[in-house]
């Protein structure tokens, strides 16, 4: 229901937005699906923390506890056990994070987010995302067949 004049096919039908020069990339725009990037993104957070992180910090602070208990190592002689089990603690947290990212990019892909950089973490530090030369990395069913079209058109030429 737009104003904008529909451009004829010679079949009649109205010809794709893309022949009007109006089409963008859909995943292009960094604010389409923005709900299923926010549903995935939580979800990725989520089971990254309930089943690699979590897990992962315990079982390490328990290795370590148990090292230091049992003699092999040595517990500080001002803090006691504590600094070792906090890295421990801490280094399995990080392990478990990283290690749920496959995971996380398997589920960014099934909703079509592909290549390089995807995800909320791609494309570096923030101040880096969206500026010059950046581009999507998508290629959408339409641009291929525009992609296929173009070569076809210059031969001929």
Same mark, same amino acid.
Not at 65 to 73: D, M, S
Not at 92 to 111: D, L
Not at 151 to 157: C, G, I, N, R, T
């Given at each position: ?9 010679? +079949? ?5 937005? &893309?022949? *009007? ?11 389409? #699906?923005? +709900?299923?990037?926010?549903?995935? !993104?939580?979800? =990725? ?6 089943? *690699? ?19 092999? !190592?040595?517990?500080?002689? %001002?803090? $006691?056990?504590?600094?070792?089990? &906090?890295? &421990?603690g ?13 995971? =996380? %990019? ?10 390089? $950089?995807?995800?909320? !973490? ?5 101040? !880096? *995302?969206?500026?010059?030369? #950046? %581009? =999507? #990395? #998508?290629? =959408? ?9 173009a070569? &076809? ?5």
């Open positions: 229901m737009s104003s904008e004049p529909s451009v004829q096919q010679p +079949d009649g039908a109205a010809a794709p937005p &893309a022949v *009007r020069g109006e089409w963008k990339c859909p995943l292009g725009d960094r604010h389409v #699906h923005r +709900d299923d990037l926010r549903k995935v !993104w939580k979800e =990725c957070q989520e089971e990254s923390f309930w089943y *690699r992180a979590l897990p992962l910090s315990l079982t390490s602070m328990a290795v370590t506890g148990g090292l230091i208990y049992n003699g092999t !190592w040595k517990a500080s002689k %001002r803090f $006691g056990p504590f600094p070792k089990l &906090a890295v &421990a801490i280094l399995g947290f990080i392990v478990g994070r990283m290690s749920y990212a496959p995971t =996380c %990019r398997s589920k960014f892909q099934k909703i079509g987010i592909e290549g390089p $950089g995807f995800g909320p !973490w791609g494309g570096g530090p923030p101040f !880096w *995302r969206g500026g010059p030369g #950046h %581009r =999507c #990395h #998508h290629v =959408c069913e339409e641009c291929k067949k525009k992609a296929q079209a070569p &076809a058109e210059q031969v001929k030429s």
